[in-house]
T-cell receptor, first 110, second 112 residues
Framework: DQQVKQNSPSLSVQEGRISILNCDYTNSMFDYFLWYKKYPAEGPTFLISISSIKDKNEDGRFTVFLNKSAKHLSLHIVPSQPGDSAVYFCAASGSNQFYFGTGTSLTVIP | EPEVTQTPSHQVTQMGQEVILRCVPISNHLYFYWYRQILGQKVEFLVSFYNNEISEKSEIFDDQFSVERPDGSNFTLKIRSTKLEDSAMYFC??????????FGQGTRLTVV
């Protein structure tokens, strides 16, 4: 039972353009959403989060949007840089438990 | 900057042997987790631990698995009798109240 889904396993974007990574969830009790970035053979690194009381959170080049009615969140990276190439996991949390999506591998082409 | 540390970084063990994976969470954190990622697959939740007891566990976390916080700083995952399919990266994470979880660098477990 996949409570958090990332339907795009991979994404390629030109350097300088926008990267949009999408995530859907099923449990309306989730109240906190996060994006993690992961390089091979390393642990996930926290990137940005958003509480369910907000619909947007911005941190530098990274913006997360939350659409609660659609149970959908997205991560926008503008402008994309080659160093952004990694696997991005979205996660949803309720009651201090985290549920991860399957990840989207982002490649930023120089 | 505080970080979660895991040891060893790589563990090779024979099938049927016991392994203990060790984690030192961030010192003021209250919630502790183990996740794993089989090569090429998603990050899977194993167990969460709070107030010196398991708060939630997944179907993966069967009787072969146990967790312990023996001395107030370490957080260990024990696999009693390893199977080939236990080969994976195991990640420890910790968090304080109302914050994100911080992950360690992982332990690569290879069961041969």
């Amino acid at each position: 039972d996949q409570q958090v889904k990332q339907n795009s396993p991979s994404l390629s974007v030109q350097e300088g353009r926008i990267s949009i990574l999408n995530c859907d969830y099923t449990n309306s009790m989730f109240d906190y959403f996060l994006w993690y970035k992961k390089y091979p053979a390393e642990g996930p690194t926290f990137l940005i989060s958003i509480s369910s009381i907000k619909d947007k959170n911005e941190d530098g080049r990274f913006t997360v949007f939350l659409n609660k009615s659609a149970k959908h969140l997205s991560l926008h990276i503008v402008p994309s840089q080659p160093g952004d190439s990694a696997v991005y996991f979205c996660a949803a949390s309720g009651s201090n438990q985290f549920y991860f999506g399957t990840g989207t591998s982002l490649t930023v082409i120089p | 900057e505080p970080e979660v540390t895991q040891t060893p970084s790589h563990q090779v063990t024979q099938m049927g042997q016991e392994v203990i994976l060790r984690c030192v969470p961030i010192s003021n954190h209250l919630y502790f987790y183990w996740y794993r990622q089989i090569l090429g697959q998603k990050v899977e939740f194993l167990v969460s631990f709070y107030n010196n007891e398991i708060s939630e566990k997944s179907e993966i976390f069967d009787d072969q698995f146990s967790v312990e916080r023996p001395d107030g700083s370490n957080f260990t995952l024990k696999i009693r009798s390893t199977k080939l399919e236990d080969s994976a990266m195991y990640f420890c994470a910790s968090k304080a109240d109302y914050t994100e979880a911080f992950f360690g660098q992982g332990t690569r477990l290879t069961v041969v």
